[in-house]
């Protein structure tokens, strides 16, 4: 266990943050995943991080918070708290977030308070978010299990072994316990490039989903959209993973050009409270109606936010067969389950254009980039998922069939 | 055990920073102490709270900060941390702090880097402090056991043996497990404002110390000198109590009116690192010469800081029969030696005048006040004090006698 909570701490480090001799790390945990920072701060340092600055939040007083603060504080945000995040992003920081969440968390709480907060909080932070999606310096999201999580995950487990096998099953995801998981990950990106770049090479212009979920939509992908996989690089020349685990391919659409009707195919963890059976309809890109069988209100609240949330954000690509829907677990966690599946989000867009170092911001929004205060990914794949990419000169090419990727696009 | 923990957390709360409807209350806690950060807040919430905010830290990470960051990061504050504590001042929120320090936290750590460190966070913060320590707004100290600590206390029994009796020490020193500790500590200020009175009575000019240990140290009160108890009272007019336990009555000393050699009774924890058998020599106010038996380069680090480090700041009277005293315990901690003992500290003074709200910082400085960067306790009581007052129309006054109060100035 030591061994592989090492080799996942050095991981995190070494690939997820690709943190450089020299650079400030901060760290995002939850109080119960102190031992487990100060592991990642020890690998920070051997990196020859300058300074690990920790910045520990715990759930139980998040829950609290949400429960007892008086109502006006969820429509402030403390003025230390942008310059907080500012201070390092100006600093080139590689930031690291250990998640742990408990699914739902805020179970019972005025989603009310939860949008309000959500609204204050989106908007003071807005140009750190924005920073941090357009990669302006390295940043990775990794999770431990907590009690809560792992209940909810094998909720016929006694809590230490349904632990236990939450761990395990981070570790099979993130490939820790097979050789050194650095050179392991280091071989996957050169092969998630070469699937991004299968996919470049098609310069689709729509994509059709269908499947026997119901789902029936067509996306647009815009002008010079660049398919991307998990090696990017940041502002500052280093090349990082965002999510551990991942097996998505990503793009973002043109807002205006989704039509139709998309199905979840899980659960969805929004807002610390689950949304089941999401069902969306959209004309001319606009979500013009949410259906769920649990959480509607939490969903519905969350659209509400602004425009942007209405449309949106990412198209992501994930074989039904990846490593990690093997596992055959819902995880009730959105970085795994989204890399069990293909999913799109809602909100805000990555910017992923060939051209972008030539661009502005403005020419991005007018060729159809979603802007918006939130970014909400949400699972789809099925085992029938097919979709067909149209291509400028009008031919059809098979990109899933049967859930997997068709022929052409790699395993 | 539960119910002591629950009356501990609404003892905190209700006396200590004695929280009231609608204010916002900062706690800082580490992350090892989360349960009872969490007590805490749900206790503030009780008593009306606006927001409960929680900063978490990690000795272990403080630890490894400064063996492993780089050497010039001790020379820099981050924006954000003054911004963080001014603006929670600015709020007149309650401060709730809870230690549970390991005395040697910072064992085999270059002196250079914690001085280094102490002189920039100590003018970054030097605002901040101001206003702490001329109670702008309610403030709050308070212990609870961590490992590391209780072993040092308890060497001879096991870890979680050692813990619980520290804990048992803990209770009885806040007067927890015997009644409502909120009631007997509301009759506890009453008690020692009587004492703090009789002092107040005799407008001593100055204080003069012996003892066998080789004390001979006269002290020099200022003009309209106040000794003070407990039972303070914040910039926003609620009445606190700063320090949990307490049993000390205080005041500040003319800063240029010591002579004279005084020996410490107790080993100090400063800066994470024991400094054993102090002895000072005073001329002018100055300390001219400082030894140890160990850490005297710790020592001489803090005194080095700046010029009022090594002027005296405060006088504080504790009788030898404490009820913390008469546990027999050395804590190895501040918080409950000193209130064991009395005490000096060396460094900025609390601004203790009966005419304080007419009179300005200059004219406070100009009566002999002390300002520094730091203000460090150290013990100095010993069974045999003896402690001599003399008064402006040249009456010699018993204050001490055999390491006690003497006739007059209460039980």
Redesign the interface.
Known sequence: MQQRLTDYARLIVEVGANVQA?QTVLVAAS??S?CF??LI??KA?DAG??????R???E??KR??FL???A??FDEV???VP??YN?YAEKGAALISITAADPELLLGVDPDRIQRSNISTGTALKGFYDKQMSNAFPWTIAAIPSEAWAKKVFPDLPPAEAVERLWDAIFTAVHVGAGDPVVVWREKIKTMDTRAAALNAHRFQKLRYKNSLGTDLTLTLPEEHLWTACGEEAGTGQVFVANMPTEEIFVLPDKRGTEGVVCASMPLSLNGNLVEDIKLTFEGGKIVKAEASKGLEHLEKELDIDEGARYLGEIALVPYRSPISEMGILFYNTLFDENASCHLAFGKAYPKFRDMAERTEEELLVRGMNDSLVHVDFMIGTADLEITGMTEDGREVAVFRDGNFAEGFGV
């Open positions: 020299g109080v119960d102190a920072a100060r701060a020890e340092y991080a300058r300074e690990v600055v920790t520990f939040y715990d139980q007083l609290m918070h007892r603060a008086d006006a504080v403390a003025r230390w310059e907080f201070e």
